[in-house]
């Protein structure tokens, strides 16, 4: 498969490990944090961290938009899945994800008519199929499905389709690692920066990091390849005591990002004063709103959503975890009260939040040395 | 009787959909609530079909439900499937299907040409498969209150002589053998409802194994632990029970598990493993390692087994669970499925 195969290819990958290994002082400790959870997917789905320096820690950041939503959101949306002519519509990230009284998926076995869409854009398409019904879009993500979610909202004012809505809770990136960084027990050297997020808004908004924080990060793409050519950029930026944003994922990001989806959400949306994240907190000018102008397709103008605030229960550790103070496995309730099947804390939410990977690719993992023994044969 | 419903672990407040799927929520409702107020307090393996004493004679048993949207998919259909898969499960349990008896749950509405189109499929996969049909019963339910047509087929298997296969046969160092890729039925279906603005030149992969577990058995024979054929759930699924039931570790050389370009490609894009995704003409076998070359041998040269491979061994480590392995040393734990698999976009 081309653009997968060739950074997947086991002798780079055993070359740049070896690199790492080569870069790395072994008298000093390094805490990299992958912003992404795509990133942090592929660390465990490929068994990344077994090529790593046992010095080295990969710390799982707040990119995981299904996570850092708070249940109080899941219950608002859900809310409007109860009334009778509404069709609810989700990304399939969201169907398991629970809010106080059931996730989705469970709304949609007591007979509410709750649909999976790949895009927004799929569930205007159903709004114009379902005349009599009103379909509502429950939107989630970073920069990365914001303006599709945006050229939606676009084309139901242009095709003047009313009876489509969407629940916004888009969030955006900066604000969640400026809060990170803030944070008193903060412990990251660098950054593997979002690399799915910056195909929209390129690399500049990174440079605080490097200059003010003191940081480097560099922009990275998803496969195994980049993942580790990344962490051969931090470690060569930390060696010369240099702090750049650098841009590993050229082929995907462009520096100044996309110019025409930026202008499409910059129509569309605006910034709230604050939004709640779970794990964090509230994080001021952190999410996006849709604007005035498009208030009759704005889920939360069109009805009454009940504003719910549900806290996530004191045992859970996620922001520790979140924060790179706790390793996923160290919470209390990991694995135990707190597992992919009824997770109680963030990050067990979605199979791209730490805890989740951890539990599902790494827990009860053993070192078994058995290749040899299996390619005798084959 | 009290003994009985002491043992019912089920507390899950409603059925949901994950009860269906094949994964863990399916595995705690048969160990919770089926097992112990069908089974009673005799521990039985829960196998892909039953074997009953019948007057001296062992026989194998096993029904399936089908239930499948939609009805026709590019490979296949619900009538043919509804065959299929349970020879397949009397095979993967080391018996030739006999006869099959079939039960028709049918919507009111349902237009003739369907129903018809459905019973020629079973018609001739029956006839491919070796298999006879010996009756059935038909009910019809109001219009909406079943999505057109559900079919369960039972049926009844001779055992193969030579085969012996049971968890507690599988021995650390036997090898791990799939018949072919892995995914395409479940991907093919996935795309054919249409939900997802995605095309790809793929089929499902349903047929009958039978002619492959015959010839395994006559290359090996007893060299044949254990058999399964990974259906919904996939083969991360079917292997997690093995290797719970067994007590061993499974450890995968995901190099070596046959998948084809198109669901590869469709499980990059939607986020999905393809070991999670539902096969119904593949089955997986743990071979003596011994034997293990034999037996892949035996089953390249049967028609339709030329993409078979050994995709991996078990060990002692890591007990109970199913370890994958990469080419350049990293590994990753791959557990059962939990509910459908989910399409990740964001």
């Not at chain 1, 290994?21 to 990299?32: G, I, K, Q, T």
């Not at chain 1, 990174?206 to 560099?218: F, G």
């Not at chain 1, 078994?368 to 299996?374: E, F, G, K, L, S």
């Not at chain 2, 004493?53 to 296949?76: E, H, K, Q």
């Amino acid at each position: 498969m081309r653009f997968v195969d060739e950074f997947r290819e086991p002798e780079l990958i055993t070359r740049t490990a070896d690199e790492i290994r080569r870069l790395a002082n072994p008298a000093r400790h390094y805490r990299f944090m992958e912003v992404c959870g795509g990133h942090t997917h592929s660390i465990y789905r490929f068994g990344l961290k077994d090529l790593l320096p046992s010095n080295m820690d990969l710390v799982h950041g707040p990119g995981c938009p299904v996570c850092v939503l708070p249940m109080g959101r899941i219950d608002d949306g859900l809310s409007m899945a109860e009334r009778p002519d509404v069709i609810f519509t989700a990304f399939g990230d969201m169907m398991r994800v629970p809010g106080t009284k059931g996730s989705p998926l469970e709304y949609k076995a007591r007979g509410m008519d709750v649909r999976i869409v790949y895009s927004p854009s799929d569930a205007l398409k159903l709004a114009r199929a379902n005349p009599d019904k009103h379909v509502m879009f429950f939107a989630i993500g970073f920069e990365t499905t914001a303006p599709s979610t945006a050229l939606t909202l676009m084309r139901a004012r242009a095709q003047g389709i009313h009876n489509f809505s969407v629940f916004c809770n888009h969030v955006t990136i900066i604000p969640a690692i400026r809060a990170i960084l803030d944070s008193p027990d903060m412990r990251i050297d660098a950054f593997i920066g979002p690399g799915h997020v910056s195909t929209v808004i390129g690399c500049r908004p990174y440079a605080w990091i490097a200059s003010n924080e003191d940081k480097p990060i560099v922009v990275t793409g998803f496969e195994p390849l980049d993942i580790l050519q990344s962490i051969v950029m931090l470690l060569r930026q930390l060696k010369g005591k240099e702090k750049r944003v650098e841009n590993q994922y050229k082929r995907a990001v462009p520096w100044e990002g996309n110019r025409a989806a930026l202008k499409a959400m910059a129509e569309v949306f605006e910034l709230r004063p604050y939004f709640e994240w779970r794990g964090l907190g509230f994080i001021s000018q952190s999410a996006l709103r849709i604007r005035e102008s498009y208030a009759e397709w704005d889920a939360e103008r069109r009805f009454s959503v009940p504003g719910v605030r549900v806290t996530d229960p004191k045992a859970a550790q996620c922001g520790e975890v979140l924060k790179g103070v706790l390793k996923p496995a160290q919470c209390k309730l990991f694995g135990k009260e707190c597992t992919p099947e009824h997770p109680v804390g963030a990050l067990m939410v979605s199979s791209e939040g730490s805890c989740a990977a951890y539990y599902n690719f790494e827990h009860r993992k053993r070192v078994v040395q058995i290749r040899p023994a299996v390619q005798e044969v084959a | 009787m009290t003994s009985v419903v002491s043992k019912i672990r089920f507390r899950d407040p409603q059925v949901e959909m994950a009860h269906g799927a094949g994964g863990k929520a399916s595995r705690r409702l048969i160990d919770g609530l089926f097992a112990p107020l069908l089974f009673g307090s005799v521990p039985v393996p829960l196998g892909d079909a039953a074997h009953v004493n019948v007057n001296g004679t062992c026989v194998a048993i096993t029904t399936d439900s089908f239930v499948v949207s939609p009805l026709r998919f590019p490979g296949g259909s619900i009538g043919e499937l509804a065959v299929n898969g349970t020879v397949n499960d009397l095979a993967v349990s080391g018996a030739r299907a006999q006869a099959l008896v079939v039960s028709y749950v049918l919507e009111a509405g349902l237009p003739t040409e369907i129903l018809e189109a459905e019973v020629r499929a079973m018609a001739d996969a029956a006839r491919a498969a070796g298999v006879i049909i010996a009756g059935g019963d038909t009910k019809v339910v109001e219009h909406g209150k079943a999505d057109r047509m559900y079919i369960t087929t039972s049926g009844i298997g001779q055992l193969i002589p030579g085969l012996s296969i049971s968890p507690a046969a599988v021995r650390s160092g036997d090898k791990i053998l799939l018949s072919g890729p892995i995914g395409d039925h479940g991907i093919t279906i996935l795309l054919a409802r249409g939900d997802l603005d995605l095309e790809a030149d793929l089929c499902s992969d349903t047929r009958s194994v039978l002619p492959l577990v015959e010839a395994l058995a006559e290359a090996v024979g007893a060299g044949v632990h254990w058999m399964r054929d990974p259906t919904r759930g996939g083969v991360a699924t079917t292997l997690n029970e093995l290797a719970h039931d067994c007590g061993l570790g499974v450890v995968l050389a995901e190099d070596l598990i046959p998948v084809r370009d198109q669901v590869r490609g469709a499980c990059e894009l939607l986020g999905l493993d393809p070991l999670h995704i539902a096969n119904e003409g593949q089955f997986l076998a743990v071979v003596a390692a011994e034997q293990a070359e034999t037996a892949l041998d035996a089953l390249r040269k049967t028609p339709g087994g030329q993409d078979a491979a050994l995709i991996g061994e078990i060990g002692e480590q890591p007990a109970g669970s199913v370890l994958v392995t990469t080419l350049y040393g990293g590994s990753r734990m791959v557990d059962m499925l939990v509910g459908d698999p989910l399409p990740r976009i964001c």
